[in-house]
């Protein structure tokens, strides 16, 4: 199937259609029962700039690149300053210049805009304050695997109404979910998001009712990268919403529990729900891998090989690209 992702942005689960994101979630599970991806990605070069940490989404974006036969480049923060030693339109303008595609976890959404807006090459979201679509849409595949259906599936988001919870948002109002946000009076999600998402979002602030007919339990830290001033504060208007033994007898027995991870064990989760036999984190966590390498092959399949060096094709002495975007530039 022609992917309409092809040599597009992916920035968050809002742009796409619904029969491409099914269309991701069949390769990923192709991929993930042994049918070969292929090498879309041969002779081509994937920058990632991650300028939060990262485990999960970094290596497992690298491992998709490598196995989808690219090269990929991982820069930090320490490395590129983007928006200090430079603008985030410059970066954007450079990287354009070398690489075939960037991944990127920035801070600010907007910025996030301002690389796509300022790259020919595909820009996918790697997490942003606002928004964790490759996070969600691995956890589609999840949902798939352990409740049977994506559609219909009852998810009940116990945490902060931020970025991962935006991009559930997302998600159930594409899919069909069943959504169900659970967070303290002050962290729920932009009520603009909410009333968009219609029918399929229900928001309560009491836990036990919120995940009373779940099948799937999901929370997120309390303290996000980059909230770390607020962490007390947060420990305790988020201490009655803790994923623990006694929330879970409130879930069917058949709930099972996700959690985007890194987890702050003994704030938002205890140990004992994280390592009990109902949660399925490390699986999810795994997923990231296979639902990356079907979104990579989606935007890079039949892409045009690499674009010549504008140098050599004569182009860059002019300071044009090989679209002239760039002439009226000074080189
Ligand atoms: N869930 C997630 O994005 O993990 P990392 O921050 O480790 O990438
Ligand atoms: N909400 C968390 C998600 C981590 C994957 C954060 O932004 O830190």
Redesign the pocket.
């Known amino acids: 199937m022609e992917s309409r992702l092809r040599g597009r942005d992916f920035l968050d689960i809002a742009d796409l259609d619904v029969a491409t994101c099914r269309s991701i979630l069949d390769t990923a599970r192709r991929h993930k029962a042994g049918a070969d991806p292929g090498k879309p990605l041969r002779g081509r070069t994937v920058a990632m700039v991650f300028l939060r940490p990262s485990n999960r989404t970094r290596v497992s974006f690298e491992v998709a690149i490598h196995r989808l036969g690219g090269h990929p480049i991982a820069l930090f923060d320490r490395e590129i300053e983007m928006g200090r030693r430079e603008s985030v339109a410059d970066v954007a303008r450079i990287l354009d210049r070398f690489v075939d595609g960037l991944v990127a976890r920035i801070p600010s959404h907007r910025d996030l805009l301002g690389l796509a807006e300022h790259m020919r090459a595909p820009v996918i979201n790697a997490?942003t304050?606002a928004s964790?679509p490759c996070?969600v849409l691995a956890d589609c595949l999840t949902l798939k695997e352990v409740v049977g259906r994506v559609a219909g599936a009852r998810v009940a988001f116990i945490g902060?109404g931020?970025?991962?919870c935006a991009s559930w948002i997302e998600a159930a109002s594409l899919l069909g979910i069943n959504l169900t946000v659970v967070s303290p009076p002050g962290y729920e999600p932009d009520p603009a998001q909410l009333a968009r998402a219609g029918g399929t979002v229900h928001l309560t602030h009491e836990a036990a009712e919120g995940v009373a007919d779940a099948d799937i339990v999901y929370t997120?830290?309390w303290t996000?990268?980059g909230q770390e001033a607020e962490h007390e504060q947060r420990r305790q208007d988020f201490g009655p919403y803790q994923v623990n033994a006694a929330l879970l007898r409130a879930a069917p027995p058949s709930a099972r529990v996700m959690h985007?991870l890194?987890a702050h064990r003994g704030e938002e989760i205890t140990d004992e729900v994280l390592d009990g036999p109902q949660a399925v984190v490390f699986a999810q966590a795994e997923n990231r891998l296979w639902v990356q390498q079907a979104l990579l092959a989606a935007i890079f399949h039949g892409k045009a090989e690499p674009r010549p060096d504008p140098a050599s094709a004569g182009a860059g002495a002019s300071g044009a690209g090989p679209d002239g975007r760039e002439a009226a530039e000074p080189g």
Do not use: E, G, I, K
């Open positions: 997490m304050d964790h996070q902060d931020n970025n991962v997120d830290v996000s990268m985007c890194p």
